[in-house]
């Protein structure tokens, strides 16, 4: 018989809708579930809507998966919320890139006759069950995590990016970064510096960054701040980025977030 170990972390697959949206219960999507010759174990290190989601429940999910027998287990299934879900799926597939694990979300609670919850769950059990290595999500399809943008407005998630090479030797730091992205008339001032650990600054769809950002970058070099930017393009050809250095392509800001945690520079 196959066996999966299921790790509950909370989410609209674990809620119930009442006045409003709550957590239920951790493996409820057991109920839902009907699969011949495969066993569940289960386990829940925390319960939290993903939105919650912190370095301090990171490191206790990174805990769990690092205690789990893998040779007891065909894989791993996450239960996890949608809205940091990519985020996790970064951090997670830059230290578990050999085992099999799925994380997988609902985008209604599992009740709902609409809920793609049980499609996802069933999505990860048979990819488990075929052996393949590597973390991935499963959201209306299976994604590589570390190429998993978040979703937008229509609740679609995307790929970009490639897989980098494993992290040598990785291990959470409890870093605070600060994450700008660009906007129309941005002012730099606005930025508070103190205690900023590193700046990750996500680029436009062009690899392409406002002239303004240069005197910036200068001033966080010159305060020993790390500044990176990041783009999903592999090159950065506009007038706009002449000059600028420590340019993170061809990756997710999520998985760029996520290895910045794991290793002191990228």
Not at 73 to 100: E, M, P, Q, R
Not at 136 to 154: D, E, F, K, M, P
Not at 193 to 201: I, K, P, Q, T
Request: proline letters at 3%; a negative charge; hydrophobic letters at 40%.
């Amino acid at each position: 018989m196959s066996k999966i170990l299921v790790v509950g972390t909370g989410g609209t697959i674990a809620c119930v809708r009442q006045d409003n949206i709550l957590l239920d219960n951790p493996f409820k999507i057991l109920d839902f579930a009907d699969f011949k010759g495969v066993s569940f174990d289960c386990v829940c290190p925390f319960s939290v809507l993903s939105e919650n989601m912190d370095i301090d429940l990171w490191q206790k999910l990174i805990d769990c998966l690092s205690a789990v027998d893998y040779e007891e287990y065909d894989g791993v299934i996450i239960l996890h919320g949608s809205d940091t879900l990519a985020w996790t799926g970064a951090l997670l597939g830059n230290i578990f890139y050999d085992k099999s694990i799925v994380l997988v979300a609902a985008d209604k609670p599992l009740e709902d006759e609409s809920s793609n919850g049980a499609a996802n769950f069933q999505r990860a059990v048979e990819f488990i069950l075929s052996s393949v290595k590597g973390v991935y999500i499963s959201y209306n399809r299976l994604y590589t995590a570390v190429r998993t943008v978040s979703a937008g407005q229509n609740d679609e998630f995307l790929t970009a990016g490639r897989q980098f090479e494993p992290v040598k030797n990785p291990k959470l730091n409890h870093r605070n970064i600060l994450v700008i992205n660009p906007y129309v008339n941005i002012d730099y001032s606005n930025y508070c510096l103190e205690g900023v650990d590193a700046v990750l600054h996500t680029m436009y769809h062009s690899a392409t960054v406002p002239e303004n950002v240069k005197d910036f970058a200068e001033k966080c070099r010159g305060m020993n701040i790390p500044f990176y930017f990041v783009t999903s393009k592999s090159a950065a050809e506009y007038e706009s980025t002449r000059g600028i250095e420590n340019i993170i392509f061809n990756s997710t800001l999520e998985n760029a977030y996520a290895r910045l945690l794991l290793t002191k520079r990228i």
